[in-house]
């Protein structure tokens, strides 16, 4: 067995992503012609030609999770936009560079993640879900912040910080300009932990 072989998923991992693809897709299809409310799970599973059980196998976070994921993609690159910070760069330009590519504060979305964005804003379980996947990643971003600037992850100033910077999807990102709000959100920030 080559290299190659060895690292290519087997036929049950291959069969694992896609159902789990298709379900995504058909949940987003049914979200966006009907609205989050307006669709079960059950529908979900029937247009995937899945079992609900299969369904929940895949997505334990439920129907939130079909559109939004379980965050570890979220914190993954949430903590690598930190890990990964240029050159002379701050922390604070990194995370706000970081959420400036993301949902709402996409400057030039694909038409299906604008209405995806959208959805999430107006629809008042999504929201809450979407703001529960940021605040989830507080630990591990205090704890990269803390390695990359030699503090104390108890720090209590950058605890805080963190904390902010996770609630401004949730209130910058339904501002009427959603760009403009991330900006201010972050000179405002800039403000209180200049050396960041």
Known sequence: MTETEARAPGRRERKKAATRQALAAAARRLFLERGFDEVT?????????????????HFPGGKEALILGDGKEREQSL????????????????????????????PDPEPEAR?????????PALRAY????????????????????????DDLSLRLLVRYVLEIPDLAGTDPDPAAALDTAFAHLKRGWPDL
């Not at 910070?85 to 701050?90: F, Y």
């Not at 529960?132 to 104390?152: F, H, K, N, P």
Request: charged share 20%; net charge negative; proline share 3%.
């Open 79 to 106: 903590t690598a936009a930190v890990r990964q910070l240029p050159s002379g760069a701050s922390v604070l330009q990194a995370l706000r560079d970081f959420l400036a590519t993301r949902g709402p504060f996409d």
């Open 130 to 153: 979407a703001r529960a996947l940021w605040t989830g990643c507080e630990t591990s971003l205090v704890r990269v912040i803390a390695e990359q600037t030699g503090r104390d992850a």
């Open 41 to 57: 799970v059950t529908e979900v599973a029937d247009a995937a030609d899945t079992a609900v059980s299969t369904l929940f196998a």
């Open 115 to 123: 209405r995806i964005a959208n959805l999430v804003i107006a629809t």
